[in-house]
């Protein structure tokens, strides 16, 4: 599978899920992504089966993670012409609001691009985007 | 260390009742006071390059948050949820294709309003970690926790909706 190719056609026709359907953890939790110009936004629909706290109920901290990691590297593989999606080195998340079981989004920024290394900087939310769920800085490798 | 059937038993019905444990087929396999570890068994869900079979770093994660989350279970008298304040993963090496992962999660630190841990994720020995996670959660309270589900997780019966507080 060429990974080149299909982040190619995507750009080309706008439609990533393509490039999504590639990851197969991607789909069990369901991430869609959507381009608006040069800005790229990933959506987590709501889903049962993402829950953690049955209280809230709301979406397990880690698939929150997981959602922002899988963003952050579909991020560079889409606008950092690597061939391969690069390999997590390290994630930091803060957690400032409870992920409600609801849709969110996630937003990416790429801080500092070396040769070997990435650093990226995501922000998820629900409601606004000035009121973020969850922050992460997240490390990748690229080989 | 020896394995505690009680603990093991509250752990097992608090990540029963996680929909996203149940989705990865995340179980509980041994807890003691201050330590957890749960296992996260290889599937085709998981797999995050599709080339090689490799688990996904969100999975990882999943697992670590969970296993962090739950170890106050055996760290705290009574059960209370304590919701993640923040998550620190380092991701040493990929996970070997068709095995399963265990996160060895210990509560090393408890305050009055803060839970410190940290968790090592590996396969064949603990000896050569996948990952290793260090994660703060806030205490909200028991009284914060519903008096039903924290009587599920600690295995007490409910007797006509009269709780143990208010009998006390």
Not at chain 1, 52 to 68: E, Y
Not at chain 2, 28 to 33: I, L
Not at chain 2, 77 to 95: G, S
Not at chain 2, 138 to 164: C, H, N, Y
Request: some cysteine; proline content about 6%.
């Amino acid at each position: 599978m060429d990974l080149r190719n299909i982040v190619a056609r995507a750009h080309e026709n706008g439609d990533y899920s393509e490039l999504i359907a590639t990851i197969p953890y991607a789909v069990t939790i369901g991430v869609e992504c959507e381009r608006f110009g040069d800005e790229v936004l990933f959506k987590l629909p709501r889903k049962k089966s993402n829950i953690g706290n049955p209280i809230l109920p709301a979406i397990h901290g880690g698939v929150i993670g997981g959602f922002m990691e899988i963003s952050a590297s579909l991020y560079l593989l889409m606008f950092q012409d690597t061939p391969k999606l690069p390999k997590i080195v390290d994630i930091s998340l803060d957690y400032l609001r409870a992920g409600l079981d609801k849709d969110t989004y996630v937003e990416c920024k790429l801080t500092r691009q070396g040769s070997r290394v990435a650093n990226v900087i995501v922000t998820a939310w629900q409601k606004s985007r000035d009121e973020p769920i969850a922050l992460a800085r997240a490390h990748f490798l690229f080989s | 260390m020896k394995n505690d059937p009680v603990l093991l038993g509250k752990v097992e019905r608090f990540v029963g009742s996680l929909a996203q444990c149940g989705e990865l087929g995340i179980k509980p396999v041994f807890a003691a006071p201050n330590e957890l570890i749960l296992e996260l068994p290889y599937s085709k869900a998981i797999i995050g390059n599709p080339d090689t079979g490799v688990i996904h770093g969100g999975a990882i994660t999943t697992l670590m948050d969970t296993s962090s989350g739950s170890v106050v279970i055996c760290g705290l008298e009574e059960f209370e949820l304590c919701p993640t304040l923040d998550l620190r993963v380092d991701y040493m090496h990929a996970a070997e294709p068709g095995k399963p992962v265990f996160a060895k999660a210990t509560c090393y630190k408890i305050t009055r309003n803060i839970i410190f841990t940290r968790c090592l994720a590996y396969q064949e020995t603990d000896e050569e970690p996948v990952a290793q996670c260090v994660a703060t959660f806030m205490r909200i309270g028991a009284e914060a926790t519903p008096l039903p589900f924290r009587q599920m997780i600690m295995g007490e019966e409910i007797v006509d909706g009269l709780s143990k507080e208010g009998s006390v």
